[in-house]
């Protein structure tokens, strides 16, 4: 199974910071991954798939990028609603993984 | 508008069976995937297995490999998950998820709301 590593574990950040997280895949994995935003006791959300392709919906300030085992999401200008867990998961192989996932917490 | 939604609580003894269904509406159910991914309490994300409900045809994650059953029933738009030989780390919310193909990569969209499931005796 291809195995997600995401960093930081967590990150500290005020509204209005810019914050990236980065996801990085244990073999090559094209551009198939997503990415999801999930706030406690919520279910997941999916935020971006295709690695930079934003879903109906998520507001412009997310944005992905990356391709082959490294890839980043980033949030221009954080919002007091953006503050939850991120998890990446890879798309290109079957036995879908996740990463551990990364919290954004309140500065 | 798509949901999925999923039936209630549940707390079992270690060795029962769990079966945790999962009503989808809004979409042509045997149209799209549904995936089961578990997580327990302040962990991450675990994909259980996948399921075509208009085959059948069911994919599981090594882990999970003869404990784990998913199967439909069409007339109803529900999925299910059944998952027996339960024990102690088998406690965590449960989320059914449609999986969808999209440029060749495979993705959650929708979720439901989850299902705590308590395994302690």
């Known amino acids: 199974d291809i195995q997600m590593t995401q960093s930081p574990s967590s990150v500290s950040a005020s509204v209005g910071d810019r914050v990236t997280i980065t996801c990085r895949a244990s073999?090559?994995?094209?551009?198939?991954l997503a990415w999801y935003q999930q706030k406690p006791g919520k279910a997941p959300k999916l935020l971006i798939y295709?690695?930079?392709s934003l879903q109906s919906g998520v507001p412009s300030r997310f944005s992905g990028s990356g391709s082959g085992t490294d890839f980043t999401l980033t949030i221009s200008s954080l919002q007091p609603e953006d503050f939850a867990t991120y998890y990446c998961?890879?798309?290109?192989?079957?036995?879908?993984?996740f990463g551990q996932g990364t919290k954004v917490e309140i500065k | 508008q798509v949901q999925l939604v999923q039936s209630g609580a549940e707390v079992k003894k270690p060795g029962a069976s769990v079966k945790v269904s999962c009503k989808a509406s809004?979409?042509?159910?045997?149209?799209?995937?549904i995936n089961w991914v578990r997580q327990a309490t302040g962990q991450g994300l675990e994909w259980m297995g996948w399921?075509?409900?208009?085959?059948?045809?069911?994919g599981y994650a090594q882990k999970f490999q003869g404990r784990v059953t998913m199967t439909r029933n069409t007339s109803i738009s529900t999925a299910y998950m059944e998952l027996s030989s339960l024990r102690s780390e088998d406690t965590a919310v449960y989320y059914c998820?449609?999986?969808?193909?999209?440029?060749?990569?495979?993705?959650?969209?929708?979720w439901g709301q989850g299902t705590l499931v308590t395994v302690s005796s």
């Open positions: 998820a449609r999986g969808r193909s999209v440029r060749g990569g495979y993705y959650f969209d929708y």
């Open positions: 809004g979409y042509t159910f045997t149209s799209y995937d």
């Open positions: 399921m075509n409900p208009n085959s059948g045809n069911t």
């Open positions: 073999q090559g994995i094209s551009s198939w």
């Open positions: 295709a690695a930079s």
């Open positions: 998961q890879q798309a290109n192989s079957f036995r879908w993984t």
